[in-house]
């Protein structure tokens, strides 16, 4: 059974504070480190893409760094928590904590001069090598590659995957849950990080909004315009609700038409009319890996070595500055020619941006836009009626 869901959003940020304290700290230690956050920062500046003073980007960029090494850890430990990989790597139940504490040690019978921080750097290379993960560890997806903690903080990391509750000597955190859900990441992706709450106006979109929603732009548009041509983009996507709704109705239309048809590319049928951009990296991060797993539970595929690479159109940047844009009579106007994808953002492997991506995404046109409407926590009683004020 999975932990508390409130229980672990408290421990995980309370994890972030420590990584971004132990990061920084590390940039300021090492001068290697510090020089290439000040390069990133001066390309970022030249590109036109912030105005802050350094040490203020620097601060933000620690705790999106930090965020993605927390995410890295959830999205294995989700994989191992439900068997979707042979391996455990972090942590496990019985024989599977077992084979983690046995990776952990041949690594450093291998390695006796590494950190844990080379070992977590080893564990996501291994996951880099499944084409349907392989994109969420790659660089210019992640900041991962960027920096890491200090061996220290990545000891205490590892040790935070591994905690037992004393009185019964189970796992405190699982992440074990049925049926493929994700959405409880949505719930970490809204608050992992107070910060990028604040910064991004993070919230969740409820399930009966985007019912709604969806019932009210792709199913007319479907009728209209036919399974087989929709595309629909949501430009500011978050964690990923509308893309993750959309692909289930999307599937499930495609299983109904060709029964005989591969699942697999039925999947990436569905997958190819739908795309989502966010500003926020690890709302991407979280909305690609609900996708790859909403395809793996839809293709029953057991195990994730099975699943083929699929593609999955979701990027992290601004949609309001990438893509071409259009006339109402369809015809297309130029793209913007002071924001090119080449000055855009820093090396990719400081990236959270993805500017190739961002263009092939916007540069197209869609049927269907979606977006999170304007509401807060309080506009909805407990039966999804508005509350009036």
């Known amino acids: 059974m999975m932990t508390d869901i409130k229980t672990l959003l408290t421990d995980l940020q309370g994890l972030v504070k420590y990584l971004r304290t132990d990061l920084l700290e590390r940039t300021i230690e090492v001068s290697e480190v510090d020089h290439g956050l000040r390069e990133a920062y001066g390309a970022t500046r030249q590109g036109h893409r912030t105005a802050q003073a350094f040490e203020v980007w620097r601060d933000n960029y620690l705790t999106q760094v930090a965020v993605a090494w927390v995410l890295a850890c959830v999205f294995v430990r989700y994989l191992e928590d439900n068997a979707l990989i042979d391996e455990s790597w972090l942590a496990g139940t019985g024989d599977r904590m077992r084979q983690a504490i046995d990776a952990h040690e041949a690594y450093f019978r291998a390695h006796p001069h590494d950190s844990d921080r080379d070992y977590f750097l080893h564990v996501f290379r291994q996951m880099r090598e499944l084409p349907a993960v392989c994109e969420l560890y790659a660089e210019g997806h992640t900041p991962l ?124 049928r569905a997958l190819d009319a739908i795309a989502g951009v966010d500003l926020n990296p690890f709302a991407v991060a979280i909305a690609r890996f609900r996708l790859i797993v909403a395809a793996l539970h839809a293709c029953g595929i057991k195990w994730l070595k099975d699943a083929p690479g699929w593609t999955i159109n979701v990027a992290a940047g601004d949609s309001l500055l990438y893509g071409d844009r259009w006339t109402r009579t369809g015809e297309r106007v130029a793209h913007q020619p002071w924001l090119s994808t080449e000055e855009s953002w820093a090396p990719p492997i400081y990236a959270l941006e993805q500017p190739q991506e961002l263009q092939r995404i916007l540069g197209q046109q869609y049927h269907v836009v979606v977006g999170n409407p304007p509401y807060n926590s309080r506009s909805w009683d407990t039966n999804g009626d508005p509350v009036r004020s």
């Open 145 to 268: 590659w960027a920096l890491g903690p200090s061996g220290d903080g990545a000891m205490r990391l590892l040790a935070f995957w591994r905690e037992v509750v004393p009185e019964t000597g189970a796992l405190k955190r699982s992440f074990r849950v049925g049926a493929g859900d994700t959405r409880f990441l949505g719930d970490l992706y809204q608050d992992l990080s107070e910060e990028a709450r604040k910064k991004y106006a993070l919230l969740q979109t409820p399930v009966f909004v985007e019912e709604f929603i969806l019932d009210h732009t792709l199913t007319p548009a479907l009728d209209e315009f036919g399974l087989e041509y929709v595309r629909l983009i949501d430009p500011a996507c978050g964690s990923g609700h509308f893309l993750l709704g959309a692909f289930h109705r999307l599937f499930h239309l495609w299983a109904q038409r060709e029964p005989g048809t591969n699942p697999r590319v039925l999947a990436q």
